[in-house]
């Protein structure tokens, strides 16, 4: 058995939280982004917080350490637009290999730093591989509801990329989050089951879908009982819920998964609903309280939070969690080696 797998034995883990909120917090330059190595670069990359662990690297350890401080067992490598899909945009295909290599070694120097102060409480690394900027399911066109601007194939050398550069960065497992719609996160789970098979490895894999809106379905029109079955054939670690929603909005959905599925279930949920400032407003206590719920009704088994969410918003959950056991669950795959 892993390390994480004995972890989640054994308590509730904590994920960290928004890696985003974080960073603006730097009030980071077009300059910044930049430094010195991609000065002349031609295409504007302010915005592209990937690449921050080349030229900031720095900060974005900074941000890890805060929240292993806050109580976070996970930490999430800075990747979450790190396929040549998502860095089309800013012209940076070439480098992904290379963001996503270094991402997680920042990480994971990280809790190696943390593990070694406090041996009881192993600290781990989550590689975070997002959900790109095209769906595979719906129509970009309303004219041409048939045309398609990703195929699968394309998607899953793209996953691919990036999870075998997380792999050898040293991440302890691999992260599909956010998943607006499962064909996508299909073409994800499906490079990593042949990245397991090539090296002759096991990854712990998360899954984590996005509810988008108040009809509790994901973007491209799944239930959670609908993304759950779709996902049933792939050999998880957890399946989960992040993003798009506030802790308490979000409880039905993770009802659903905890009571239909045997796997460990995670949820983190963005701090509250964005106000009219696309803005976050909901405290650390009031968070806390509503995920206080989770832990009552023994929904979860990792929590943490997304948009708006901070160190202090991670150690007022931590602080909670301690006082609640795991949800029981059991794996379907009890041979996993080791890698």
């Given at each position: 058995?892993?390390?994480?797998?004995?972890?989640?034995?054994?308590?509730?883990?904590?994920?960290?939280?928004?890696?985003g909120t974080m960073l603006q917090r730097y009030h980071f330059t077009?300059?910044?982004?930049?430094?010195?190595?991609f000065k002349d670069h031609k295409h504007p990359v302010q915005g592209n917080n990937d690449l921050l662990s080349l030229?900031?690297?720095?900060?974005?350890?900074?941000?890890?350490?805060?929240?292993?401080?806050?109580?976070?067992d996970i930490v999430e490598?800075?990747?979450?637009?790190?396929?040549?899909?998502?860095?089309?945009?800013?012209?940076?295909?070439?480098?992904?290999y290379e963001l996503n290599y270094e991402s997680a070694k920042i990480a994971k120097e990280v809790a190696k730093k943390f593990t070694d102060k406090d041996p009881e409480k192993p600290r781990f690394v989550a590689g975070a591989m997002g959900p790109t900027n095209k769906t595979a399911s719906l129509s970009p066109d309303v004219n041409n509801p048939g045309f398609r601007a990703i195929s699968f194939n394309e998607l899953r050398l793209a996953y691919k990329q990036q999870a075998a550069a997380l792999l050898d960065g040293g991440v302890d497992m691999l992260l599909v989050e956010t998943v607006f719609d499962t064909l996508n996160a299909k073409a994800a789970l499906f490079a990593i089951e042949e990245l397991k098979e090539e090296r002759n490895i096991s990854v712990p894999t998360m899954l984590s879908g996005t509810i988008t809106d108040a009809s509790g379905r994901t973007l491209s029109g799944q239930t959670a009982e609908a993304f759950l079955i779709s996902v049933s054939h792939i050999p998880l670690l957890s399946i989960g819920f992040n993003c798009a929603l506030g802790a308490k909005q979000l409880t039905p959905h993770l009802e659903v998964l905890a009571r239909n599925s045997s796997l460990a279930v995670s949820a983190y949920p963005n701090a509250g609903l964005p106000n009219a400032f696309g803005e976050y407003d909901e405290t650390p206590e009031e968070m806390a309280q509503q995920i206080k719920t989770?832990?009552?009704?023994?929904?979860?088994?990792?929590?943490?939070?997304?948009?708006?969410?901070?160190?202090?918003?991670?150690?007022?959950?931590?602080?909670?969690?301690?006082?609640?056991?795991?949800r029981p669950f059991l794996w379907p795959d009890k041979t996993l080696k080791s890698v």
């Open positions: 058995m892993k390390p994480i797998e004995e972890a989640l034995q054994q308590r509730i883990l904590v994920l960290d939280g928004a890696m077009e300059a910044d982004f930049r430094g010195e190595r030229t900031q690297p720095e900060a974005i350890a900074t941000v890890h350490a805060k929240y292993f401080e806050a109580g976070a490598t800075n990747t979450f637009s790190g396929t040549t899909i998502a860095m089309a945009d800013y012209g940076m295909e070439d480098l992904v989770y832990l009552e009704k023994q929904l979860i088994n990792i929590v943490g939070g997304c948009c708006g969410t901070t160190p202090e918003h991670i150690k007022a959950i931590a602080a909670l969690v301690k006082n609640y056991a795991p």
